[in-house]
């Protein structure tokens, strides 16, 4: 029921910008923790941005300084602004949201991926 769908990816030329979005909907919950993930084919899915439960937020070294991870609550809507872009970047980018519902636990959901290409 719940669900979270991702927009934003493209191509992009090199030095250039992206915003990718991930909402959720099909329930009543606040947003616990988040995640943004990418996976470039023949490689290990990898975590790029992050902010978790406490609120800390975390980058991976090579996205650092370039990319901001950001969320709206009331839109129960998660962002990934990508500026500086590099042709190693290229990859499916995935969110995850850990969800908090009204009895108090939580659950991890993937969005379906979308597909960033940085050209040289």
């Known amino acids: 029921q719940v669900q979270l769908v991702e927009s934003g990816g493209g191509l992009v030329q090199a030095g250039g910008s992206l915003r990718l979005s991930c909402a959720a909907s099909?329930?009543?919950?606040?947003?616990?923790?988040i995640g943004w993930y990418r996976q470039a084919p023949g490689k290990q899915r990898e975590l790029v941005a992050g902010i978790n439960s406490f609120g800390s937020i975390n980058y991976a070294d090579s996205v650092k300084g370039r990319f901001t991870i950001s969320r709206d609550n009331n839109k129960n809507t998660v962002y990934l602004q990508m500026n500086s872009l590099k042709p190693e970047d290229t990859a499916v980018y995935y969110c995850n949201l850990d969800l908090r519902f009204a009895s108090g636990r939580t659950y991890q959901y993937w969005g379906q991926g979308t597909q960033v290409t940085v050209s040289s």
């Open positions: 099909g329930g009543t919950f606040s947003i616990n923790a």
